[in-house]
């Protein structure tokens, strides 16, 4: 019983951060999405990305959390379904936290999900935002310190 819970919880986190990442990319130019081959869409590889999802989602559903596998790169490569799991939840997250940081350097943009975007409070934010800058510039130095990140990630470097 515990282990229908624990799956379908773990599946429920997976498919939510899933949804969260792609959310990312919403309202991006085809610049800030398209790292990838000249000859790859954007369409193509959420499309790839979504073919994947609906494989795992198949075998998450169809197998139970201690079904055996096996991972021959990890560490440890005799797994169970459930390892499996927390570990693509895991690095989903990470992903996602990355995509929010990169997203919010693009054009300030923050949250965890669309659905709690209409919440945030644009001017609050750019002053929270500025507030934290001015700390960060503060403790480097000042403004004209080198080796400062400016707001767009770029080093200044000494001359």
């Not at 001015?134 to 480097?140: D, I, L, N, S, V």
């Amino acid at each position: 019983m515990i282990d229908d819970f624990a799956k379908d919880h773990l599946h429920g986190q997976l498919k939510a951060i899933r949804e969260a990442l792609i959310w990312k990319l919403d309202g991006l130019s085809e610049y800030d999405v398209r790292w990838v081959t000249p000859h790859e869409t954007r369409e193509q590889v959420l499309g790839f990305y979504r073919r994947a999802w609906r494989h795992a989602d198949a075998t998450i559903e169809e197998l139970p959390l201690d079904a055996p596998g096996r991972v021959p790169w990890w560490s440890r490569p005799d797994v169970k379904l459930f390892n499996v799991i927390v570990h693509l939840l895991q690095e989903t997250n990470r992903h996602a936290g990355h995509a929010d940081i990169l997203r919010e350097q693009i054009d300030g943009r923050t949250g965890v999900l669309a659905a709690y975007e209409k919440e945030i409070d644009p001017a609050a934010r750019a002053q929270y935002r500025a507030m934290i800058e001015q700390a960060a510039q503060k403790a480097a130095g000042g403004a004209g310190n080198p080796g400062r990140s400016t707001s767009h990630g770029v080093v200044e470097t000494a001359p």
